[in-house]
């Protein structure tokens, strides 16, 4: 996984649904989610100090209490204005001593500025700061999550990026043009998140589907509270449906649509690990299991690409 030295399973486990923001998931219900994701083989755990408050984090550190060995990754500076006068070593000192004790750890795995303000990315004191967070034995590596590719690449030209977070779906496919091959280049890690497109890519929704007050897929589908690239990807609910229709037909037997969506990403050249979330125990195993299917041949990829062109990327390659 880039920089940081680890070695992890290519599908990942994402926390966010564990936390908040996607309906009501019990302590229990993510804990047996998380233990059912390792035991299929998930390695990587991907979380972050701003879902459900920390009730994330705390989730997993008891995970990692009983289950050592994972590689967990956080994220910080979603708590407060984003203002890049934020990003300071005292700030992120205060941030990353909530997040030890949130998850029960000296050392954090890796640690990841979250989609800060564009300024963020071209300051050198920023990276300064996080490099002696490491030098203190804080973190053992530093990534950011970013939601543009220009974010990205200014990134990947810092020595001490270890991983780059990027959405990348087949709702998503401007990160193949540049980001991936410069992050490959450079040695420098790419989780791929939002895989599902907030489980459009998965194939179960319909005109009729409603989302609960609580659901981000409810209430930032405008972009309210956050980047709306963060809300199925940044297409319009109406457009995704169509555009999964078109997709449905190239999926193989014996592969869920949703499995599909996974092993796209996963044949990605320079893809480190994608992090679909979970809100059970069988859609944990069902991520899982795409580690094991076969890659999906060029005629499919090439079909991908063309639905994507007609219909996904007049609304999004622009934008992010």
Known sequence: MGRTGRQVGVVGLGAWQLGADWGEVTEDDALAT???AVDAGVTFIDTADVYGDGRS???VGKLIKERPGLTVATKMGRRVPQEASA????NFRAWNDRSRENLGVDTIDLVQLHC???AVFSDQAVYD???SMVEERRIAAYGVSVETCEQALTAIARPGVATVQI???AFRLKPLEQV???AAGAGVGIIARVPLASGLLSGRYDRDTTFGQDDHRNFNRHGESFDVGETFAGVDYETGLAAVERLRSLVPDGMTMAQFALRWIIDQPGVSVVIPGARNQRQAEANAEATRLSPLDEQTHAAVTAVYDE??????HDRW
């Open 87 to 90: 990003y300071t070593l005292d």
């Open 116 to 118: 800060p303000p564009t």
């Open 180 to 182: 991936l091959p410069a």
């Open 34 to 36: 998380l233990n059912t």
């Open 167 to 169: 959405i990348l779906n």
């Open 311 to 316: 219909l996904i990327r007049p609304l999004v």
């Open 57 to 59: 984090e705390q989730v």
């Open 129 to 131: 700061a996080l490099d």
